[in-house]
């Protein structure tokens, strides 16, 4: 049987603890990875306390997963970029069930997308969409209600990375 690799092996460990009830242990550990450079091999690590120490965004929108409206909050995506001098033309992003989906980086605007670390105020299990979801102000515009927008609000976030 193959070797998980580490931080691998720590998502998987931390959704299950969110599947079994154990969100106050998950959220306080939950790490979003972040490989700022193509052939970067040891990434960034941010916790949820490190990116709330970030600038933040909020907002409220309806989505197509979530009833009524929502207010998510956390760091716009462009501002967590910027604190780890990323280098790369597009932005990776991967969820804790290997759902991955490629972002230019020239379409990243100043305040939108946001790495949601809440959401209603309250950090998000991984029942809930969490431990970080890329979200856009959905109703703000028509633009972020299209295909492209949808596909690329992956929930369940784990790691970013930069892409030549």
């Not at 242990?25 to 120490?53: C, M, N, R, W, Y």
């Not at 605007?109 to 946001?114: H, L, R, S």
Request: charged fraction near 20%; include cysteine; glycine fraction near 4%.
């Amino acid at each position: 049987m193959p070797i998980l690799h580490h931080s691998r092996l720590t998502a998987s460990i931390l959704a299950c603890m969110w599947l079994q009830g154990a969100p106050a242990i998950a959220q306080s550990a939950a790490v979003l990875e972040l490989h700022s450079k193509p052939s970067q091999t040891e990434p960034h690590h941010f916790s949820l306390e490190g990116l709330d120490e970030l600038h933040q965004v909020e907002f409220s929108t309806t989505t197509l997963w979530t009833d009524g409206t929502v207010t998510f909050s956390g760091v716009p995506l462009k501002a967590l970029l910027e604190e780890v001098e990323f280098q790369g033309q597009t932005v990776e992003l991967v969820a804790l069930n290997d759902y991955s989906i490629s972002l230019p980086i020239d379409e990243i605007e100043d305040e939108v997308p946001i790495v949601a670390t809440r959401m209603d105020g309250a950090p998000m299990s991984v029942r809930m969409k969490g431990p970080f979801w890329l979200v856009f102000p959905y109703d703000r515009h028509p633009k972020y209600r299209t295909d492209t927008m949808y596909a690329r609000s992956i929930w369940q976030l784990f790691r970013i990375k930069a892409v030549d």
